[in-house]
């Protein structure tokens, strides 16, 4: 099972820029979804929000694809893109829309037991804090071999990765992510050491 719990409002507040597009998941009834709280936080976005749409399983490319179509002119005019689900259907929104700032609202945590049904080949950690707000919406810990947070380990050769030469560099992946939307400056800020903790 999963546990998707609301990330810290006042670390939302900062990321999010008006107007705000909002995308939340009520998919696998493996995970756990906050929706009170999840609710209640949208009611205080009220006045900045352009969109909300409720789906399941939004890890599923063509049916996110085909909601995104339903609401493009919404996303269009949107600055933030705000997501409510696993680590798994935020980035496959953020794969999706390629040139918007995708957020995640919630973090992912690991219980035993079956873990939801996914067809995507994004992973999520499930470490507990979401690093996906911090680089373009690929994790970090999971797009690299190493699980490095810090940027590129030196190893990298022509965009592959020095483990796993079948499998594309994860932090040039989402240096090229931060380029389209023109955010490359958020690799330059500090990263918080991870909490192993919260795997426990």
């Not at 399983?57 to 600055?79: L, R």
């Not at 933030?80 to 696993?86: A, D, E, G, M, T």
């Not at 690299?144 to 050769?157: E, R, V």
Request: hydrophobic letters at 35%.
């Amino acid at each position: 099972m999963l546990i998707t719990q609301l990330k810290p409002k006042e670390e939302l507040i900062v990321k999010l820029e008006a107007p705000i597009f909002i995308f939340k998941c009520i998919g696998c009834k493996e995970v756990y979804f906050p929706a009170i709280e999840i609710d209640s936080f949208i009611k205080e976005l009220n006045q900045n929000i352009s969109g909300n749409v409720t789906l399941d399983y939004i890890c599923n490319d063509d049916f996110a694809s085909n909601y995104i179509k339903k609401h493009i002119e919404e996303i269009t005019n949107s600055k933030s893109i705000l997501v409510f689900s696993c680590g798994v259907g935020v980035q496959t929104i953020a794969k999706l829309l390629e040139e918007k700032i995708v957020l995640t609202g919630c973090d992912t945590l690991y219980l035993n037991g079956f873990q939801g049904v996914t067809v995507q080949p994004n992973n999520c950690g499930q470490c507990g804090e979401c690093y996906l707000n911090s680089n373009g919406g690929i994790c970090p810990i999971t797009a690299c071999s190493k699980s490095l947070l810090n940027g590129s380990c030196g190893g990298a050769k022509n965009g592959k990765c020095e483990v796993s030469k079948e499998m594309d560099c994860g932090w040039e992946r989402i240096y090229r992510k931060l380029e389209k939307v023109q955010d490359t400056q958020r690799i330059s800020k500090s990263i918080r050491v991870r909490d192993y903790f919260k795997l426990i």
